[in-house]
């Protein structure tokens, strides 16, 4: 059997750069003075420093508990991937998905770019937003079939077969994998299991890189609100968001079939992130201007990117590819439930939006 590559875990170091980049940067750039009038900035009060912390806590074991589920799932036989309730699971997971993107933060990105507190006229006169989703989107297509693609090719032709077995009673050469030979039918299987695994792999950590941008942004919004009125719905609200994208993630992670420390690092990733972008909206709190024009150019980019690559992985990588895979076509009972559990994933978080 050939080894998986392990390239496709830069991913994470990526995701980690673009994280460490995107802190950096708003901090820096939300202080400058606002084309518009800006609320003044509060200093937090006992209260809701209170209830920020309070969040932290609830966000963080929300989103922990959502991405174990599936994970830990792995040790009970009716949520293993290959039976019938992992398919339904997914069907969900990708109707919160796809509604986070489109319901979630598509429209806030539009919000921010379309600001009349954006400086220049290029911001007005040209759709930034959609165009940038539209971006994001192809370069996740982009990465996703170059970096498969390569390895697929590379394990092929690793395991071409030796000049005696090129051709067998007149069979061209690609057709020798129907052969019984134990050795063709081994190496093959193997690449086509590294393939597939492979896959899964970049699914889970894109996927995962795109919600941690969307994560980070609502919990910068989160810790610099000063509205006890708004921020304990807000606490509410982000919890159930961060445990049913959790769900999501985690069924893509098991079926990565990723070291447990891996897992363990993408679960702790994904856990933190919302947590850790309420605290730095705390820390700065007192020199954040939401209206400043680089504030909303920074958050509404972030936004666009963040929604595309998600509305791509939940309708590529995990709804076509579920509902084509030919156990789903095969049973008709199972497209009905998973059509269900699709359309009912999609409502939780579209219902979500009236208070997030």
Known sequence: MSRLPTCSFNFLKISTLLLLLFLVLLPSSVSGECTCDAKENNRGTGETIKYKVAGIASILISGAIGVCIPVLGKAIPALHP???????????????ILATGFIHILPNAFEKLTSPCLKGKAWQNFPFTGFIAMMSGIGTLMVDTLVTGYYKRSNFSKAQPLNGDVERAGEPVDHVHVHTHATHGHAHGSNSTSSDLLRHRIISQVLELGIVVHSVIIGISLGTSESSSTIKPLIAALSF???FEGIGLGGCITQARIKSSAVAIMAVFFSLTTPVGIAVGIGITNVYDANSSTSLSV???????????????????????DFMDPKMQSNGRLQIIANISLLFGAACMSILAYWA
């Open 82 to 96: 290959e039976n019938d309730i992992f398919f339904i699971i997914k069907a969900f997971a990708a109707g919160v």
């Open 241 to 243: 968001h961060q445990f």
């Open 299 to 321: 958050e509404g980019v972030f936004d666009s990117a963040s929604s595309g690559i998600l509305i791509y992985m939940a309708l590529v990588d995990l709804l076509a590819a």
